[in-house]
Every structure is written in C-alpha cells, then in structure tokens.
C-alpha cells in the first residue's frame, strides 16, 4: 500500500498569508493520479486539484498545486478567510489512498 | 447542477447486513465510475469502492473485500453499497460520491452529503 504522509499536521496563519502544505508517498506516484481536497466543519470533501497541478472547475487560482515522484504540495499564494480548513491529498492509482490532512487554521 | 443524495444509514450491530443507496442528477450517469469513500468520526477519509460507468468492473478497498458489493442500477440513476458482516471498525460516515471519468483511476469530483452508518451493540 502507498502510504501518503502530510505536513505540518496543522498550520496557523493569518488571513493574506501564503501557505505550503506537503504530501509525501511511501511509494512513487504518477503524476496523472495525484489530487488535492478541502474539507470544512460539517461538509463534504471538494476537489481542489487533480493530476497533480490542474485546478478542477470553479477552484480559485490562488491554489496551486505542484511535485512529482514521492513529493508533492499544494500552495495558496494568499489565504482568504474561507479557506481555512482541512486539506487532503490523495493517489487514485490502482488502490485509492488518502493523506491523514492537513489544517490551516486562523493564527 | 450534479446531485448525489444518500440514504440507508443507520445503526445495525455487529454481523449485520445494510444497504446503501445514492441517487445521482444533474449528469449522464453512464458517462461516470462512481465511489464509496467513508470518513469516520473525527478521522480522516478512506476510499471504499469503486464501480466503472457501465457497471462491468468493481473495486475494493481490501478491508472491505468479500463483505462489502458495489451495484449500479443506470436505469435509474442510482449506486448501491451492499454492506454484510459490518464490524465496529465499519462505523463511519458513507459519502457517495463522482468519479472524473468513465473508468478507474479517477479523482472523486462531486461528492454527496453522506449518510451514517454506526455499529453497535
């Protein structure tokens, strides 16, 4: 199984700040088959990023994604207050795993 | 506007059998694999299932292989979790959710509500 490792675990920031956040698979992943998902409180999962670096509709381009291999991350260039929340990443080769999270929340 | 609606949760104890159901809108659901993807509480996510657009291939999750059957009815929109000897560790909230693609190996890019699933004694 290819285990997806995030960091930090939590990530406290303010409002207009950039943050980074890590994804790192035990195993290489192809970059075709790596995406990113927000998470808020009391909603469902949304498609941020997929195959790596491609915005899926509707997603801001403040959120980038980037990496190949075992290494990948996920960047807001200026955080807005609707964007703190948990981030996943995710590898949907021939088994589906997902990153434990992480969250940005308000510093 | 893509609409994925779950129902059948419920609590059940250990053993038991249930049956999930998602009704799709909005999109041509033969166009689309469909998933399973559970979260429990407090916990992260875990993919459960997968089914391909016309229904011919599945996929498990190992912990969930041979007690957990996928099923599409495309006649009338709607996917299907059959879930037997449910076990503590099966406890979670259920979403269904859309595959960005007809095939395997796609991200899940519309997601329902979800449905909760608890056992318990």
């Known amino acids: 199984e290819n285990v997806l490792t995030q960091s930090p675990g939590t990530l406290s920031l303010s409002p207009g700040e950039g943050a980074t956040l890590s994804c790192r ?18 909603q469902a999962p949304r498609l941020l990023i997929y195959s790596t670096s491609n915005r899926a509709t509707g997603i801001p381009d403040r959120f980038s994604g ?6 990948f991350t996920l960047t807001i260039s200026r955080l807005e207050p609707e964007d703190f929340a948990v981030y996943y990443c995710q590898h949907y080769d021939n088994s589906r795993t997902f990153g434990q999270g992480t969250k940005v929340e308000i510093k | 506007e893509v609409q994925l609606l779950e129902s059948g949760g419920d609590l059940v104890q250990p053993g038991g ?26 916990q992260g996510l875990e993919w459960v299932s997968a089914i391909s657009g016309s229904g011919a291939t599945t996929y498990y999750a190992d912990s969930v292989r041979g007690r957990f059957t996928i099923s599409r009815d495309n006649s009338k929109n709607t996917l299907f979790l059959q879930m037997n000897s449910l076990r503590a560790e099966d406890t979670a909230q259920y979403y269904c959710t859309r595959d960005r693609g007809s095939i395997n190996k796609n991200p ?3 997601w329902g509500q979800g449905t909760l699933v608890t056992v318990s004694s």
Not at chain 2, 17 to 41: D, E, I
């Open chain 1, 25 to 42: 698979a035990s195993q290489s992943v192809g970059s075709t088959y790596l995406a990113w998902y927000q998470q808020k409180p009391g």
């Open chain 2, 108 to 110: 899940h890019d519309f």
């Open chain 2, 17 to 42: 059998s249930l049956r999930l159901s998602c009704a799709a809108s909005g999109f041509t659901f033969n166009n689309y694999a469909m998933s399973w993807v559970r979260q429990t509480p407090g």
């Open chain 1, 66 to 71: 980037g990496g190949s291999g075992t290494d």
